[in-house]
């Protein structure tokens, strides 16, 4: 992953930043977008040799031959990747408490040495915890996409448990 600053891409992006940011910020059916992230093949073969050791992540030459035409990042770490662009933009600091899991993981495309990938987001539903009052239960529907619109790389739907804001007092009267 080529180091570096990656930005929010999206004409509009949430009214606070991530730092303020919680549950009643996310709007069903808002899309953001955030980028770019640029993968390399010595970072391919580094995190397959590490934990997805298949030859078509790690060995040039059996890539090569196989049905990519040559190497390919593990899904795994394409995950990685956009939970990196998650982790960074979209979530929020202080109030994501969990997640309780993720729905749909598909791979749809290879990540190839060089490409470079973007991020989009859209809030599928936003709901208050019926257990939790302080909480509420987010959907978001997400895709990696190349920076050329050429490929989509992984897609999945995520459920995130963020705080809800706090409720000021009243103290007049």
């Known amino acids: 992953m080529t180091n570096g600053t990656t930005r929010t891409l999206s004409d509009t992006d949430f009214p606070v930043p991530p730092e303020e940011r919680h549950f009643e910020d996310y709007r069903p059916g808002a899309v953001h977008e955030y980028g770019y992230l640029t993968v390399t093949e010595e970072e391919i073969i580094e995190f397959a040799e590490r934990f997805d050791p298949q030859l078509i992540h790690v060995d040039r030459e059996y890539a090569a031959t196989g049905p990519f035409g040559g190497i390919i990042a593990s899904g795994w770490h394409t995950s990685a990747l956009c939970m990196r662009l998650i982790a960074d933009h979209y979530l929020p600091r202080g109030a994501s408490l969990a997640s309780p899991g993720i729905d749909e993981l598909r791979w ?3 990540l190839r040495p060089g490409d470079s990938v ?6 599928l539903a936003a709901r208050p915890s019926r257990s939790k009052p302080d909480r509420g239960i987010v959907t978001t529907g997400c ?10 790389v992984l897609t999945l739907r995520a459920m995130n448990l963020i705080r809800r804001r706090p409720v000021k007092e009243d103290r007049t009267g």
């Open 118 to 123: 973007r991020l989009r987001t859209t809030i």
């Open 143 to 152: 895709e990696l996409i190349t920076k050329d619109d050429e490929r989509t």
């Open 108 to 110: 749809p495309a290879p």
